[in-house]
C-alpha cells in the first residue's frame, strides 16, 4: 500500500515540475566599440567585455561607448552619458531589456521580432519592438524621444516610473517628442541636423549572433570612423560623410542602381522583400524593386 500511495506522488510532482517555466536567464551585452574615458561600473570598458544585469555604463567628454545585447540590437552612448542595465533577462523564448538613462545621449538600433527593449528616463518611458531611434536629457531634464524609422511608444513618467492615467504617445519614422514633468508635447519633425546624426548613427551594424565569440577573441573594430566622430562629438553629421571604400568594406561590391525615372545611386545593396535597400556615401536609400531599370558592377 505504501507503494501505490508513493509513486503516483511521485509522478504527480514530475508532471508539474515538467510544466513549470524555466527560471529566466541572463542576457550578457558585449562592448563592440569603446573610446577615451567610457566606463564599465567606474572601471575603463574593453572592446569583448561583458555587460550584465545591474551594470552601470558611463562615457565622459568626447568619449563613447557601444553594447550589443545578442541578436536583440546596439546601444550607443554618446559623449558624457550614463546608463544602467536594469534588466536583460531572457524566459521562455521572450527577451527583455530594460535600461535607465541618467542623462546624455543615448542611439539604440534594434532587431525586429525579438522581444521588448525599454528605455526609462526621468520624464519618459520608451518601449520599442525593432527600430532605431536616439534619446537626450538635457540639463533642466528634459528629455528628448527622436525616431529615425520604425516604431516607438512613449509614456510619460515621473521620477522614472510611467504614469498610468496619461495615454501614451506613439511617434513614426522621422518624428520626434518631448517630456518634461507637465507631460509630453505634440510629435514633430525631427530636425534636419538631428536626423542627419541619427542617419549616420544607423550604419553601426549589429554584428550576427554566431560572429560574436569570433569578435570578443579577436576584438577587432567594428564601428567607421565617421560614426566615431558623431558618437564623441569631435565632428557632426555636416561634415562626416561614409566613403565608398568605407561601404565596400563593410558592405561588400558596390553598384550602381539605375531607376526607371533616370536616377542613380552608387553604393552597396541588398533585397528586403519587394524593397531595395541601397548604402551611399549620402545614407541609406529604399526603393521599390519595381522601380528599377539596371544593376551594374561599379
Known amino acids: ?14 508532471v508539474f515540475a515538467g510544466c513549470a517555466d524555466r527560471a529566466p536567464a541572463t542576457i550578457n551585452g ?15 570598458a574593453q572592446m569583448g567585455c561583458a555587460v550584465k544585469q545591474g551594470d552601470r555604463l558611463l562615457t565622459k567628454s568626447k568619449s563613447a561607448m557601444t553594447v550589443q545585447f545578442g541578436a536583440i540590437g546596439i546601444l550607443a552612448l554618446r559623449e558624457n ?49 525593432g527600430t532605431s531611434f536616439g ?50 508635447t505634440q510629435p514633430s519633425p525631427i530636425a534636419e541636423s538631428e536626423k542627419k ?3 549616420v548613427l544607423d550604419h553601426i551594424e549589429i554584428i550576427p549572433l554566431e560572429k560574436l565569440p569570433e569578435f570578443q577573441q579577436k576584438k577587432q573594430g567594428v564601428i567607421a570612423p565617421p560614426v566615431i566622430q558623431v558618437l564623441t562629438g569631435s565632428g557632426d553629421a555636416q561634415t562626416v560623410k561614409v566613403t565608398l571604400a568605407e561601404i565596400r568594406s563593410k558592405f561588400g561590391p558596390l553598384s550602381k542602381v539605375k ?18 535597400e541601397i548604402i551611399t556615401v549620402q545614407g541609406k536609400v529604399r526603393v521599390p524593386s519595381a522601380n528599377v531599370d539596371q544593376v551594374l558592377p561599379y
Open 1 to 14: 500500500m505504501r507503494r501505490s500511495v508513493f509513486f503516483p506522488i511521485l509522478f504527480i510532482m514530475a
Open 30 to 44: 558585449v562592448v563592440t566599440f569603446a573610446a577615451g574615458e567610457a566606463m564599465l561600473n567606474d572601471k575603463a
Open 81 to 129: 552619458s550614463e546608463i544602467v542595465v536594469e534588466k536583460s533577462i531572457s524566459k521562455n523564448g521572450f527577451n527583455e531589456i530594460n535600461l535607465s538613462q541618467k542623462v546624455g545621449n543615448t542611439f539604440h538600433k534594434l532587431t525586429k521580432g525579438q522581444g521588448t527593449y525599454t528605455v526609462v528616463t526621468p520624464t519618459a518611458v520608451a518601449s520599442v519592438r
Open 135 to 184: 534619446i537626450s536629457i538635457t540639463e533642466e531634464g528634459k528629455t528628448g524621444v527622436k525616431l529615425l524609422s520604425g516604431s516607438l511608444a512613449v509614456k510619460p513618467a515621473e521620477q522614472g516610473v510611467a504614469v498610468k492615467d496619461k495615454p501614451e504617445t506613439v511617434l513614426a519614422s522621422g518624428q520626434m517628442v518631448e517630456a518634461a514633468r507637465g507631460g509630453l
Open 197 to 199: 546624426e541619427l542617419e
Open 259 to 276: 531607376l526607371k525615372s533616370g536616377q542613380e545611386y552608387i553604393g552597396a545593396f541588398r533585397q528586403l522583400g519587394g524593397t531595395m
